[in-house]
Nanobody, 130 residues
């Protein structure tokens, strides 16, 4: 499984950005969960990744409260690319964002935490300035 991210960058408060994550294959073709996570800039790599949103192979999407109504997770029709559309960005959204994949259940109304995911993208930085 290979996850390759693109997008990110710098934007002012209230602006929008879209992150993309291209998936080479899924761990288990019958069901998968894909998620977006973020890590504060002052955290050591791989540490302190916090859940943002998830979507499963059935299209069930979930969000953490801090991004509800502002962020949208989606996939293209071929399900080879995962997106995170981020609107009305705030300074506290500044972080390194990672996509992840694992054949775990994530259709239960919550976003799984990072330790349940084993396949990760390389990360992309989002900076929101006031």
């Amino acid at each position: 499984v290979s996850l390759v991210q693109s997008g990110g960058g710098s934007v002012q408060v209230g602006g929008s950005l879209t992150l993309s994550c291209t998936v080479s294959e899924y761990s288990y073709s019958n069901y998968y969960c894909m998620g977006w996570f973020r890590q504060a800039l002052d955290q050591a790599p791989g540490k302190g990744r916090k859940s943002v949103a998830s979507i499963d192979s059935d299209g069930q999407a979930n969000y953490v409260d801090s991004v509800k109504g502002r962020f949208t997770i989606s996939q293209d029709n071929s399900k080879t690319t995962l997106y995170l559309q981020m609107n009305n960005l705030k300074p506290e959204d500044t972080a390194i964002y990672y996509c992840a994949e694992d054949p775990i259940f994530c259709g239960g109304g919550y976003v799984p935490t990072a330790e349940f995911f084993h396949n990760w993208g390389q990360g992309t930085q989002v900076t929101v300035s006031s």
